[in-house]
């Protein structure tokens, strides 16, 4: 095995997503604060922490899906490729075309199976050939067995975690870069849960992907990075104020971290 | 040993029966009774309006009410009457369909609730409870005294418009709530493949959202169908058969500006052709909400 030091020059040169000291607040609520994590290309990153730590919020902000909420507001950058996703001419559609998202629960569109696959990269301007893209995106997400034979039924028609799956087949298909997946097991069962990891193993070969989990065995057995968040009350402030407290390579984290409240965590000794 | 604990706690068999005699099972029953009675009368005069027209009405019906019009005092027809009803019906809906549709995806979709968007909400609700003369009194003011469609005063445009402003605030309010109902979750998966705004509304959010919009616009055409107060100065009345493109421009028959002008006149031939349109006019208005019905159940299937 290569040394870490050099695992992490080489990832300095290939970073996808750069968050610098951001701080995203709900009104004048701090959510989470000072962020600094350079996301590396064609891994799995996985955020992780306590609820309330503010890991959905960060994943949130890396495709401008915070915009949706109301009173949401950012400082600091997040950089993609080089590029600043809230410089003042940015347009958050182009932006999620870059930066897919799969959601916690599962949500396909109230078409049929095919359609919600196309739906997105017909929007995108996908000029190809639309049933090779389907069975395209269908494989990949490995869903494409258990729905060839009824693509022009609802969406809805299939199980949980094979809607689950035909929602990542949906993200694939619009071709991003990255792929960011918030809690996408926790509505899932086992079964399900093991599927959508092995389908990540194969994703990653082509996408950036990132993570949040409460599951921490999902953690160690998706991800090559893992980011720690953990909360804290603050002076003065209401509530508990998120920040970033240890990243690195998934095997660090649980086996050697830095931190004694990393440590304190991810051996489940955690107040 | 043999004893089990529990033996000691054993009594007689209860008594559980009902007893009538009770005051609380009888206060029961004459409340029961009385509420039965209530809703009794209350849907009473619906059959017997219903029952009226639908006796009256149908034992004068023939063929050769639709197919003539109501020119002169003997006999005729209310063909132009069915004909103009549908006219200004259809114009109305025009006119308030994409309007309404319109404010009410910028309520949902758009105003994110700021002081603009309640006050138009506050708007709508002021204008559903508006009593449909003053809409009629309003579009004679500003439409048919000025003669600002080419020239024309009263016509069946003018009462196109009366009625639609009747029908707007259903339109806008069901628009909005039906959007609402729709999950953001939807929303999001739709941003989340990178569809515009636009993109979301148009091909996810509608559609979601297309029973209950279509079930309050249908039953808005309703309401509007079976006015009267608006269209009097407005569509007024005429004898004739609506002929051609003229017909949007000069005055027009409705069924219902009919049974008004025929039911109170001293002659038998026009009252019986006020109460055959009494009828058509139920029947459609009835087979309208069916439809309405029908399209609920459509989508829930």
């Known amino acids: 095995m290569t040394s870490s030091s050099q695992q992490s020059t080489a990832a300095s040169k290939d970073i996808c997503l750069s968050i610098q000291n951001t701080t995203i607040s709900y009104g004048s609520y701090e959510a989470v604060k000072n962020v600094y994590c350079d996301i590396p290309r064609g891994k799995v990153t996985a955020f992780i922490g306590p609820s309330g730590c503010g890991k959905s919020t960060v994943l949130r902000a890396l495709n401008r899906m915070n915009d949706l909420i109301e009173g949401c507001s950012l400082k600091g950058s997040v950089l993609f490729d080089g590029a600043d996703l809230y410089g003042p001419s940015v347009d958050p559609v182009e932006v999620r075309r870059r930066i897919g998202m799969v959601f916690q629960q599962p949500n396909p569109f109230p078409k049929s199976i095919y359609e919600n696959i196309a739906f997105g990269a017909r929007i995108n301007g996908y000029s190809g050939n639309m049933d090779e893209l389907v069975e395209r995106s269908l494989r990949q997400a490995a869903v494409w067995d258990e729905c060839k034979d009824k693509l022009n039924e609802s969406g809805y028609s299939l199980s949980g975690g094979q809607q689950q799956r035909l929602c990542i087949a949906r993200t694939i298909a619009i071709q991003p870069e990255v792929i960011l997946m918030d809690e996408p097991c926790s509505a899932l069962d086992p079964i399900s849960t093991l599927k959508i990891e092995e389908t990540m193993h194969e994703l990653k070969k082509s996408f950036t992907i990132v993570i949040v989990t409460h599951n921490m065995q999902q953690a160690l057995r998706v991800s090559d990075m893992t980011a720690f968040f953990n909360a804290e009350a603050v002076e003065g402030g209401s509530g508990k104020v998120g920040y970033l407290v240890e990243f690195n390579e998934t095997e660090m984290i649980f086996n050697s971290p830095s931190q004694q409240a990393t440590q304190d965590y991810v051996s489940g000794r955690f107040g | ?301």
């Open chain 2, 1 to 301: 040993m043999a004893i089990s604990p529990t033996a000691s706690l054993r009594r007689d068999i209860p008594d559980l029966s009902y007893k009538q005699g009770l005051r609380r099972n009888l206060l029961n029953k004459i409340l029961t009774f009385l509420v039965g009675l209530f809703s009794l009368i209350a849907v009473l005069p619906l059959v017997a309006v219903l029952a009226y027209v639908l006796i009256k009405g149908g034992s004068v019906l023939n063929l050769t009410l639709f197919t003539a019009a109501s020119t002169g005092l003997e006999g005729g027809g209310i063909g132009n009457a069915v004909i103009g009803t549908i006219i200004v019906t259809f114009l109305s809906a025009l006119i308030a369909i994409p309007v309404g549709v319109g404010g009410g995806i910028f309520l949902a979709e758009y105003s994110g609730g700021g002081v603009f968007a309640n006050f138009i909400r506050f708007g709508t609700n002021v204008m559903a409870g508006v009593p449909s003369i003053i809409a009629g009194v309003f579009v004679y003011a500003v439409i048919v005294k000025t003669k600002i469609i080419f020239g024309n005063s009263y016509s069946a445009i003018a009462g196109g418009v009366a009625l639609s402003i009747l029908m707007l605030p259903t339109v806008i309010k069901t628009t909005d709530e039906g959007l609402k109902l729709v999950p953001d979750d939807l929303r999001r998966a739709a941003l989340g493949v990178g569809a515009s705004k636009f993109v979301t509304i148009l091909r996810i959010t509608l559609p979601s959202a297309f029973t209950p919009i279509a079930t309050g616009v249908v039953l808005s055409i309703a309401r509007a169908a079976g006015e009267t107060a608006p269209l009097i100065f407005t569509a007024l009345f005429s004898p004739f058969w609506p002929e051609g493109f003229d017909a949007f421009f000069n005055p027009i028959a409705t069924l219902s500006v009919l049974i008004y002008n025929f039911a109170t006149l001293p002659y038998e031939s026009q009252n019986e052709l006020a109460w055959a349109a009494s009828f058509v006019l139920v029947l459609f208005i009835l087979l309208i909400n069916l439809f309405a019905r029908w399209l609920r159940r459509f989508a829930s299937t």
